[in-house]
């Protein structure tokens, strides 16, 4: 009798183990069907290396003028928020690495120095070569050129 009470309890108990619960979709306002069909949507939300650049873009111009008002706080805080962009991007678009790289290893440092050293003629050249290296980088990239530039108007609000 025990050995049969513990074969029932050993095969409820092997069972219960190896059951698999009911996958019960899970939809918001806009995003519907499979959890594959909704991650597609998600992921298509975030699209590519485009939207990486609109907000590079936009840092960019806060970049340079926080350099010209010698607003090194906040110079450097754009950077910072520019390298955390394309590295984000680059998740999403690995296949931008190559290209990526060297923007991230020397360009970005480099305007880091000048920021750091408060130099704003410094700031001057590095942010020159950061634009010279945008322009290189999407002829690299085979995406349409731009032609990067410096900024002369101010987008933001914000100033020194």
């Known amino acids: 009798m025990k050995t049969i009470c513990k074969l029932i309890l050993s095969t409820v108990f092997i ?29 298509n939300q ?12 936009y840092r960019y111009q806060e ?9 090194w706080e906040y110079a450097n805080y754009q950077l910072e928020k520019i390298e955390k962009t394309i590295k984000l991007g680059l998740q999403r678009r690995p296949k931008r690495a190559q290209s990526a790289t060297h923007f991230l290893e020397y360009v970005i440092p480099e305007v880091n120095k000048a920021i750091q050293a408060e130099d704003k003629q410094r700031f001057n050249t590095n942010i020159e070569m950061m634009r010279t290296n945008c322009t290189n980088c999407h002829i690299a990239e085979r995406v349409p050129t731009f032609t990067v530039r410096i900024p002369t108007h101010r987008q933001s609000p914000i100033g020194n």
């Open 15 to 43: 069972t219960s183990c190896t059951t698999k619960t009911e996958y019960i979709p899970i939809e918001g306002k806009w995003i519907k069907g499979t959890q594959t069909e909704q991650l597609k949507t998600i992921e």
């Open 63 to 71: 970049l340079y003028w926080g350099g010209q008002d010698e607003n």
């Open 46 to 57: 975030f699209r590519g290396f485009d939207k990486t650049m609109v907000e590079v873009g």
